[in-house]
């Protein structure tokens, strides 16, 4: 394990369970996080006039077939609520996600991905991809390239995350992972510039879509951790 890791891994052990229900209700003024509130927010939307999250990302998380909006469902309440700040601050642009950010408190965000990381949803089932693709995906994932990480030095292994602080992959839309990829290696996302901002601009356009596939087929943070 390399020393970047490891400080990742020990951070999470830090701060997973009780460290993280801390920082979260710090980060929202210590309001504890209430999932059943973040439910009817993600279903009917706020009276501030965030629209309902399930009009883009559904009620339980995954999200559709196209990949066009990520899928949430278990992913860390951490990660979660510093993406909707990282929008509404503009260190993340997006014509669509900045104005909803705004829209929430912190008191919305905090019920709101508390809600979102307690659900388990199935993964919804997909065309298989071009082997080709996928294994070249898994090259880079695993074993990296000249002068670049491997996306499992940070990802954990096939893509399984390292909560709190870093999202799983396992099963997130290939569409989706090209587009963010895409947006670090244009300057449009800023809320990783030493590591992902750096990563992305070294791989191509074929190694982008490569690890995108990779990680779409594999099912399920937990079957890739216990693989």
């Given at each position: 394990?390399?020393?970047?890791?490891?400080?990742?891994?020990?951070?999470?052990?830090?701060?997973?369970?009780?460290?993280?229900?801390?920082?979260?209700?710090?980060?929202?003024?210590?309001?504890?996080?209430?999932?059943?509130?973040?439910?009817?927010?993600?279903?009917?939307?706020?009276?501030?006039?965030?629209?309902?999250?399930?009009?883009?990302?559904?009620?339980?998380?995954?999200?559709?077939?196209?990949?066009?909006?990520?899928?949430?469902?278990?992913?860390?309440?951490?990660?979660?609520?510093?993406?909707?700040?990282?929008?509404?601050?503009?260190?993340?642009?997006?014509?669509?996600?900045?104005?909803?950010?705004?829209?929430?408190?912190?008191?919305?965000?905090?019920?709101?991905?508390?809600?979102?990381?307690?659900?388990?949803?199935?993964?919804?089932?997909?065309?298989?991809?071009?082997?080709?693709?996928?294994?070249?995906?898994?090259?880079?994932?695993?074993?990296?390239?000249?002068?670049?990480?491997?996306?499992?030095?940070?990802?954990?292994?096939?893509?399984?995350?390292?909560?709190?602080?870093?999202?799983?992959?396992?099963?997130?839309?290939?569409?989706?992972i090209t587009f963010?990829?895409?947006?670090?290696?244009?300057?449009?996302?800023?809320?990783?510039?030493?590591?992902?901002?750096?990563?992305?601009?070294?791989?191509?356009?074929?190694e982008i879509l490569?690890?995108a596939a990779y990680?779409?087929?594999?099912?399920?943070?937990?079957?890739?951790?216990?693989?």
């Amino acid at each position: 394990m390399t020393f970047p890791r490891l400080l990742l891994v020990g951070a999470a052990a830090v701060l997973t369970p009780l460290g993280v229900i801390t920082l979260v209700q710090a980060q929202s003024g210590g309001h504890p996080a209430d999932a059943k509130r973040g439910a009817v927010i993600v279903a009917q939307g706020t009276a501030a006039g965030a629209p309902p999250c399930a009009q883009c990302h559904a009620f339980n998380g995954v999200s559709d077939a196209s990949g066009a909006f990520p899928r949430l469902a278990g992913q860390s309440a951490f990660y979660l609520a510093g993406q909707l700040r990282d929008f509404a601050s503009g260190v993340r642009a997006s014509a669509l996600m900045s104005p909803i950010a705004k829209a929430l408190s912190p008191d919305d965000i905090a019920d709101v991905t508390a809600y979102f990381a307690g659900v388990n949803a199935p993964f919804l089932p997909l065309k298989a991809p071009n082997a080709a693709l996928v294994k070249r995906g898994e090259e880079l994932a695993t074993a990296g390239g000249p002068d670049r990480l491997h996306c499992d030095n940070c990802h954990g292994p096939g893509g399984s995350g390292e909560p709190p602080v870093i999202p799983y992959l396992a099963g997130q839309y290939a569409h989706y992972i090209t587009f963010t990829l895409q947006m670090w290696q244009e300057g449009f996302r800023k809320n990783s510039p030493d590591a992902m901002a750096v990563i992305a601009k070294k791989l191509d356009d074929e190694e982008i879509l490569a690890v995108a596939a990779y990680y779409q087929q594999m099912s399920s943070p937990l079957e890739a951790a216990a693989k």
